[in-house]
Every structure is written in structure tokens, then in C-alpha cells.
């Protein structure tokens, strides 16, 4: 078998883990950002505080291959709406994986002193000033491997959009595997891939934490 | 000048303070004393606004207190924790030049400041520091420096000498002197005796969440 005849399916296919990756990890921070900060000890009323477990206890809850499942086959037939393949899985990857990041970021800010905050407030910082220049840069010094490991989690997640017929990384192995019957080269190519990723994670994660 | 009238407070549904009233004037420095307990940190800390009332007023020029926006009670009341509270990821020079720049003053002139200040209570040698590389006393000092870049009327300080060793409180007591002539009204919370003797002007004892005596000189009852 001529491994470099597949590289480019093997490229799209990376390149589509990579987008999904992308698009879910920075709309599943957005939302456990924004979820973290509004039921943290500090700021959240009972009713948040209790939408934001109802939200996390689910996001957590279902397996992401089932929330994958339902945003591309449930949600569209209850709505009677057609959704795009890789937006349904891009959705169901990044709501799974807010409902952890919600909980890492609460966690990395009450983490931060009462003082601190107490500190911001007779010096006369607004709500936001204080998130955004105290609270928040200690809070996510504190949660960085926390994270980055929910990222790299999510970024295996990936291999999950292949149940739905998206061709990424995994996929594009197993139809290369189905012509070529040549699993063991394909799939530890696959795995070097993804050990590939991981790594650039991991020095990011380093760098971050220097 | 701040007045206090009849001020009470609950915590957890229990009285803390009750019916406290009490005053600050300018340039002078006014103790509270007490045991642990006696409602001296919660009174500095509804003063500052960080401890709601449940009833009684608060006056600052004329003013009560709520009708003042955060910002604008900020800029007459400055708060110097006990445990000083730092921000632990900014420097010495950030830690003081961070507030100003939040309320829009203009770099060089907070720049300014800021440098006076530290050089007032003589931490000018220690701005690229973080708190966490500062002893006890050098951060009391950063803490009041950061206060005082705000220009306050008011400097309130919970127990200042609590990580202090007897130099450094003489030096804290020094510095407190020199901000009472600026004429800036100075309220201390204290249970150390021997740092009230060298502060005094006048004060107050408390019991329970109530001012049990007010003292117009130190060991003399008024």
C-alpha cells in the first residue's frame, strides 16, 4: 500500500478534526466563561445558580456520542428543520463540553479570595473591571491544566462526528481501511496524528503556565 | 468628617452591631478597641460599604452614604485590610496604579502619583515586587499607598499591626501621624494597646456590636 496516495484524504481529514475542533472549543469557553462567571459564589442568585447545575448536570450528563446523535436526528425532526451535518456535531461537542468548562472556570474563581474581591470594591472597581483585571487572570491561572485537558478531550471527542457520516480524520482512515483492508498502518497513522495535536496542545499548555 | 447614627448591622440573622453612632473628624485619628469579636472590623467595613445595614445612617460631607455611587465612595473612603489584600498577580507599582487608571486618570499623571506615594511610606526601591516577595510591613505600607493614591478623606485600617513586628508598628504609627496632619480623617480598628498609645487621639470601646465607652484621651474616659 502506497501511504502517500492517502495523504491528502488523511489531510482533509485532519483539517475538518481541526475545524470541529476549533469552532467547539471556542464556543464551549465561551459559554462555560460566561456560565463560570454568573454562578460563581460571588455574583450568582439562587435561580442561576440553580439553571447553571440543571445545564451542567445535563451537558455532562449524556454522552456526547448520544448528544451528537440528537442534535443531528432528534432536534431536526422535532423542529422539522434540515441541520447541517458538521453544525449539528460542532453544537452538541461544544454544548457537552461548556457544561466542564463551566465548572472549571466557577471552580478556578472561587478559588480567588473573598479579599480580592472585597479589595476591588473600596477601590472602586466596576463588575467588570474587577472579572476582567483581577479575578479573572488569577482565576485562569489557577485552571490552565484543567483546561487545556478538557481541550484535548474535546479534541478526541472529534473522532465521534465519524457516527454521523462526516469525514473527518478517523473516518477518512476507516474508508481508506475499507479499500485498502490495511488497518494497522492507517490506524497508528491516525493515532500519530492525534498524539500530534496533543503535543502542540501540551507546549501551549507549557507556555502559558511559564 | 464622617457621623455615624445608630447604625445596626446583621449578620446570619444576629445582631453584630447595634446602635452604634460614632464619628471621624479630619486630622485626627480615632481608635476603635475591643476585644475579638466586638464589631470594630464589621463597623470599618460598613463604613467602607462592603457590610450592609439593616438600619441607621451614615454621613459623609453632609451626604448619607447610598445616595454616593461606588466610584464616588471610593474616592472619599479608603479601606486598608488586615490581611491587606493585595492583588496577588500585579506588581507593587501595578497594585497601586491600577485603580487609577480603571477611573480614567490619565497614565502620567497616575504614574505621578503613584511614585509620590510609594516614596511617602518608602517602597519606591520595591515596584517591580510582588506582594507575595514582600514581607508583613511592606505590604501594610504597598496596601496604604494604594489607598492613598486615591486621595481619600477618609483612611479606614482593620487591625494594621496584626502581622507586624514593634519596628514596623512604630513606623506604621509614624506614618498614620503624618497622614493625620495632611488632614485626612484616620479610623483605626486595634486590639494592640501598645500601637493605640502611640496613635491616639480619641476613640471608642466596644462590646458586643455596641460602643461602650468614648475616649477623648488614651485611659481617659469622656
Not at chain 1, 85 to 113: M, Q
Not at chain 1, 191 to 204: D, E, G, N, R, T
Not at chain 2, 212 to 219: C, M, N, Q, R, T
Amino acid at each position: 500500500m502506497n501511504l502517500l496516495f492517502y495523504v491528502p484524504l488523511l489531510l482533509k481529514g485532519a483539517l475538518i478534526t481541526l475545524s470541529a475542533w476549533i469552532v467547539a472549543g471556542i464556543v464551549s469557553l465561551m459559554i462555560g466563561t460566561f456560565l463560570g462567571i454568573v454562578s460563581c459564589r460571588y455574583l450568582a442568585g439562587t435561580k442561576i445558580r440553580m439553571f447553571v447545575k440543571c445545564y451542567t448536570f445535563i451537558a455532562k450528563g449524556v454522552p456526547a456520542y448520544v448528544q451528537i446523535l440528537i442534535a443531528y436526528f432528534v432536534i431536526p425532526a422535532l423542529l422539522g428543520i434540515n441541520i447541517y451535518g458538521f453544525f449539528a456535531a460542532v453544537s452538541a461537542l461544544a454544548f457537552c463540553s461548556s457544561g466542564y468548562v463551566t465548572e472549571i472556570i466557577r471552580s478556578g474563581i472561587n478559588t480567588v479570595s473573598r479579599g480580592q474581591w472585597d479589595a476591588s470594591f473600596v477601590l472602586g472597581y466596576s463588575i467588570k473591571a474587577t472579572l476582567l483585571r483581577i479575578i479573572l487572570p488569577q482565576a485562569f491561572k489557577n485552571v490552565v491544566p484543567s483546561l487545556f485537558g478538557e481541550l484535548e478531550q474535546l479534541l478526541k471527542s472529534t473522532s465521534l462526528l465519524a457516527t454521523i457520516g462526516i469525514t473527518e480524520l478517523t473516518r477518512a482512515g476507516m474508508n481508506i481501511i475499507s479499500r485498502e483492508l490495511n488497518p494497522v498502518v492507517i490506524y497508528l497513522t491516525i493515532a500519530c496524528m492525534y498524539l500530534l495535536f496533543s503535543a502542540v496542545l501540551q507546549l501551549i499548555v507549557m507556555y502559558a503556565e511559564a | 468628617m464622617i457621623i455615624v447614627k445608630k447604625l445596626v448591622v446583621e449578620l446570619q440573622k444576629k445582631l453584630v452591631l447595634r446602635f452604634v453612632s460614632c464619628s471621624l473628624p479630619q486630622g485626627k485619628i480615632t481608635v476603635f478597641i475591643g476585644k475579638s469579636g466586638a464589631g470594630k472590623t464589621i463597623l470599618l467595613k460598613s463604613l467602607a460599604g462592603l457590610v450592609n445595614r439593616k438600619d441607621g445612617s451614615i454621613i459623609i460631607d453632609d451626604k448619607e452614604i447610598s445616595t454616593l455611587t461606588a466610584r464616588q465612595r471610593s474616592e472619599k473612603i479608603g479601606y486598608v485590610f488586615q490581611d491587606f489584600n493585595l492583588f496577588a498577580h500585579l506588581s507593587v507599582y501595578r497594585n497601586c496604579i491600577d485603580p487609577l487608571l480603571v477611573r480614567g486618570i490619565p497614565f502620567a499623571q497616575a504614574d505621578l502619583c503613584v511614585k509620590e506615594m510609594l516614596e511617602c511610606v518608602e517602597m519606591s526601591l520595591y515596584v517591580n515586587k510582588y506582594p507575595a516577595e514582600l514581607s508583613g510591613g511592606q505590604q501594610q505600607r504597598v496596601a496604604i499607598a494604594r489607598a492613598l493614591c486615591l486621595n481619600p478623606q477618609i483612611l479606614l485600617l482593620d487591625e494594621p499591626t496584626a502581622a507586624l513586628d514593634p519596628e514596623n508598628s512604630s513606623n506604621i504609627a509614624l506614618l498614620l501621624r503624618k497622614l493625620a496632619r495632611a488632614n485626612i480623617a484616620i479610623g483605626v480598628a486595634s486590639h494592640d494597646m501598645i500601637f493605640v498609645k502611640e496613635i491616639f487621639d480619641r476613640g471608642y470601646k466596644m462590646k458586643d456590636g455596641i460602643i461602650v465607652e468614648s475616649l477623648d484621651s488614651y485611659g481617659q474616659e469622656n
